[in-house]
């Protein structure tokens, strides 16, 4: 009996040793990290595309409102409130597309020169492919920004839309402004960890500055028959 005993736990003592449990451990925990890394490179990922959606739709509102009011301080014309609102619509998008697709272009050229460049001088053997293909996409960056400013954009529009008297209209265009400019700020801090208070008064503020400014400069320019 001891020595069945002893035999037995020789054996195991050698299938202990050819399948140590802290390598498979250590070799679960990697695999474990690992997706926990892909998990949250991806989310990082969403987030800044989220970001910069509500920067699009912020500067949609600010632009398309402050082109509203600067014509209204002009022209009391409903439409051409809205008209002018419209035109700034289509600009605005059409020139955050561009710019977002020649920027992105720029990018993935700056990042496929260094990749080539690496697998020259031997850093790579292969997986080039796989890092082309997660490169973003400067066609869906184009069309993510213009539609982001267009969605921004077009809350001014139907505030003004519906409304005859310029004084209303005008005041519900500037309140609808500051609610969704608040709201903008609200979404950018809480995805850049910020505070809350402090991010959504900047936004609001900044927003509202750039209506005033606007508004203040073309009926000074009606005053003055320039």
């Not at 977002?100 to 697998?119: K, T």
């Not at 265009?173 to 801090?189: D, H």
Request: charge should be neutral.
């Amino acid at each position: 009996m001891a020595v069945n005993d002893a035999t037995n736990n020789n054996k195991m003592v050698v299938s202990d040793a050819e399948n140590p449990p802290t390598a498979a451990m250590a070799a679960m925990n990697k695999c474990d990290g690992g997706g926990m890394e892909v998990d949250e490179s991806d989310l990082a990922g969403r987030a800044n595309w989220l970001r910069a959606a509500v920067l699009g739709a912020n500067d949609g509102l600010v632009s398309t409102a402050s082109l509203m009011l600067g014509v209204s301080a002009v022209k009391h014309d409903v439409r051409a409130m809205v008209v002018s609102g419209f035109a700034g619509l289509l600009a605005g998008a059409c020139s955050m597309a561009i710019g977002e697709y020649v920027s992105v272009c720029s990018q993935r050229d700056v990042e496929l020169a260094q990749q080539a460049q690496l697998a020259r001088d031997g850093g790579k053997e292969g997986g080039e492919d796989q890092e082309a293909q997660a490169l973003p996409s400067p066609a869906q960056a184009a069309a993510a920004s213009a539609l982001a400013f267009s969605v921004g954009a077009l809350l001014p529009l139907l505030a003004a839309g519906f409304i005859v008297g310029y004084k209303l209209r005008v005041a519900v265009v500037v309140a609808v402004a500051a609610l969704a400019l608040a709201g903008f700020g609200y979404v950018g801090a809480v995805l850049g960890r910020a505070p809350v208070a402090k991010s959504c008064a900047r936004v609001v503020a900044g927003g509202l500055a750039a209506m005033a400014v606007t508004f203040g400069l073309m009926r000074l320019f009606r005053a003055t028959g320039i």
